[in-house]
């Protein structure tokens, strides 16, 4: 695991004019030159002659003169990162690793080293990655075996300052199984090993794999006692490592709220934590925890710590106030506690005049870069939160709307040039469109679908499945919008994404193309067809995703509406859907799929000549007669619908008849396979609707 020389080696620059260096390397037996290409991010316009010295002295034979060697080098590298970089290129770091990992050297001299490393990585970014490629953080974890306790403190601070680096790959934490337990086991030696083992673990947890790891290890039981520290570093850094292991964790979470410490649920410690007169940090940390096991199943939503103590709390750190960081955490962390439940929407909705307040985050000014990357944050969290609060209850929403250029804010969010921002914003427009008022007045109003429109041209798939969900709500046939985005040439769009890998994209492909073709004309019915084409239609109905099978089974049944529509289909695609319908009944599926099949086959039957395909075909007319006696009465009601429809009297209404077979003879034919005798022990089932509708059809055949 750790990085080990195998001989002390003397590097030292003897050219800095090209990528390719040529380094004099000299041990105890022999000198040699070599050239060695040093990666673009070390490059320097000059190594100095000083520089030099101190890694010269780090091969000095007295022991005595390379301590001090190694403390001067300490002090010259000290806020200066120039020098640090001098170093790293002249290879101090494997000599310093090599030092820190020798039984031979000194307590003294190896704590030196350790601090020195530490040292180097409080520079650029670019030093972090040049002690990560020295294999630092392997050396270092070995190196945690030795006893001296100050030793372990400067190992534990420098592994903390290269793990928190965004260029560090977390995972090497994990490569040893052993590294976990033996940090756990290191934690409690005194405040600064609780402090940087917390550090690391928080920064380090990036996954549910990680939580596992961590969870397994005795993670909560060694952490839990930090939270009543009497360091302040301790207690929050043990509150963030809750944080990042109760985050979409159910099994934590449920074992954080049973953990007791010093007679004392862990809930409730966190409620303290979030007492106005704490430290802001602590406040907003110790509410996400508690979003978390609220989010998790551990705490109901209706818990007073979550109503009167979290919620507010998170409110609060919206507001000016607080700095730009706690209000952008604040806002989004509340939108992932209101997310799922009404009413704590409608209470976030009416606590200190969030709505209004949200609007301030669109205020913040961005004309330098920096200011752009703070104001894109904003926007963001007030698009999420507003999309939570918006999502279900029809006052929030117009409240929303109602905000001062809240839809002009939105339409302006869709082409921002952050990514992020545009998925905020479409977010925050799907869940206004869940309303029927806002889709007839404000998105008919601004016009929404044009930019919604331009979004779905050429946008990554996260952003695709929420402006094509969003779109499904534009088509529904109510929305003043939707005849406009016919006209748009929408249909060739929503049929490419039928063929995308994504399920998701594939299932908003197929909704907004059934919502299309509810009660469409023949002339966008058959647009769909064309462009969706036979052949995908029948690949998208043996779809392995049951969301895709469903809704285009739902485009199929809008499709085969309306008597003239159910015919013209039938008399082109009819063998085909026939097939498709009955590997469908015939296959493992779901109620729910099965009855929206049996559904189109009552569609069919309710065709002039369509309903041929459904007499005709015996094996077809079982199938109803055994869905009939189904013990599901969804099923027994779409079949009898089915039936109902091929027995109607056609003479009796005003339907023009031009089946190849009267009303009569399949009545007679229905009779003849025993559907009478069904139908009249269906007229006494308890379901009303399932009475009624074998009655309706009982009595086609007393006219």
């Known amino acids: 695991m750790a990085c080990l020389l195998e001989a002390p080696l003397r590097i030292s620059v003897l050219s800095v004019s090209s990528v390719k260096y040529l380094i004099l390397i000299t041990n105890t037996f022999e000198m040699m030159t070599i050239a060695v290409e040093i990666p673009h991010y070390l490059l320097l316009q000059e190594v100095t002659a000083t520089s030099r010295h101190y890694v010269d002295r780090l091969f000095d034979p007295d022991p005595q003169k390379v301590l001090q060697g190694v403390i001067d080098m300490k002090n010259a590298v000290i806020g200066n990162n120039k020098q640090k970089a001098n170093l790293i290129v002249l290879g101090a770091v494997p000599r310093l690793l090599y030092l820190l990992q020798q039984g031979s050297s000194s307590e003294e001299l190896r ?44 190992c534990l601070r420098c592994l903390r300052t290269v793990l928190i680096s965004p260029v560090t790959p977390v995972q090497l934490l994990y490569t040893d199984p052993t590294v976990v337990p033996h940090l756990m086991s290191l934690m409690n030696q005194s405040l600064r090993t609780q402090e ?15 939580q596992t790891v961590l969870f397994n290890h005795g993670a909560i039981q060694n952490i839990a006692p930090l939270l009543i520290s009497t360091s302040y570093k301790v207690r929050i850094q043990a509150l963030k490592c809750f944080s990042v292991l109760a985050y979409e964790n159910t099994q934590v979470s449920l074992t954080l709220v049973n953990v007791i410490v010093n007679g004392e649920l862990l809930s409730s410690i966190f409620v303290r934590m979030m007492q106005r007169d704490k430290p802001i940090e602590m406040q907003l940390t110790a509410a996400k925890c508690l979003t978390y096991m609220c989010r998790a199943g551990a705490i109901r939503t209706d818990d007073c710590c979550i109503v009167l103590k979290t919620l507010p709390c998170l409110v609060r750190m919206c507001s000016k106030e607080h700095l730009l960081e706690q209000r952008v955490e604040g806002a989004e962390t509340l939108a992932f506690l209101l997310e799922p439940d009404v009413e704590l929407q409608r209470i976030a909705s009416i606590t200190d005049q969030l709505v209004a307040m949200l609007a ?18 904003l926007r963001q969290a007030a698009f999420k939160l507003y999309a939570s609060l918006g999502s279900n209850d029809e006052d929030i929403r117009k409240k929303i709307t109602e905000t001062e250029n809240m839809m002009d804010r939105i339409v302006s969010g869709l082409s921002e040039s952050s990514i992020k921002v545009r998925l905020a914003a479409v977010r925050c427009l799907h869940s206004l469109s869940r309303s029927v008022q806002q889709l007839r007045t404000s998105f008919h109003d601004h016009a929404v679908w044009k930019p919604l429109m331009k979004l779905l041209q050429n946008a990554p798939d996260e952003v695709l499945v929420m402006a094509s969900s969003t779109l499904c709500n534009l088509l529904l046939e109510f929305s003043p919008s939707k005849e406009p985005i ?109 009855e929206q099949t049996i559904c189109i086959l009552a569609n069919i039957a309710d065709g002039s000549t369509a309903k041929d395909l459904i007499m005709t075909n015996d094996d077809m ?25 091929l027995i109607w009297n056609e ?53």
Request: charged content about 20%.
């Open 111 to 154: 704590t030196e080293c350790a601090v020195v490393l530490g040292s180097l990585a409080m520079g650029t970014e670019n030093n972090i990655k040049s002690l990560v490629d020295c294999h630092l953080i392997p050396a270092l974890l070995q190196a945690l075996v030795f006893p001296d306790l100050i030793f372990i403190e400067a």
């Open 196 to 210: 940087y083992t917390t550090q690391i673990i928080f920064h380090c947890c990036k996954t549910p794999e990680h």
């Open 360 to 377: 301030d985050y669109f205020k913040y000014p961005s004309s330098l870069d920096h200011d752009l990357k703070h104001a894109h944050e």
């Open 486 to 594: 016919l006209e748009s040439g929408v249909i060739d769009l929503l049929c490419s994404l039928t063929h995308s890998e994504s399920p998701a994209l594939r299932v908003n492909g197929i909704w907004a193309l059934m919502n299309m073709a509810f009660q469409g004309d023949q002339k966008v019915k058959m647009e769909i067809l064309q462009s969706l084409g036979t052949e995908q239609l029948f690949c998208l109905l043996s779809d392995t995703d049951p969301n895709v099978l469903m809704k285009t089974l739902g485009l199929l049944r809008n499709l085969l509406s309306t008597r003239p529509h159910i015919d013209q289909i039938m008399s082109t695609h009819g063998k085909q859907i026939m097939q498709a319908v009955t590997l469908i009944l015939e296959g493992d599926h779901s109620m729910e799929i099965k």
């Open 621 to 645: 007319l079982q199938k109803m007669k055994y869905y009939m006696g189904h013990s599901n009465v969804k099923l027994q009601l779409a079949a009898t619908y089915c039936i109902s429809n």
């Open 651 to 703: 003479e009796d209404g005003n339907y023009c008849c031009v089946s190849n077979l009267s009303s009569q003879a399949r009545q007679d034919k229905l009779r003849e396979m025993g559907f009478v005798d069904v139908l009249h022990k269906l007229t006494q089932a308890l379901d009303p609707n399932l009475c009624d509708r074998a009655k309706t059809a009982m009595q086609q055949y007393l006219a």
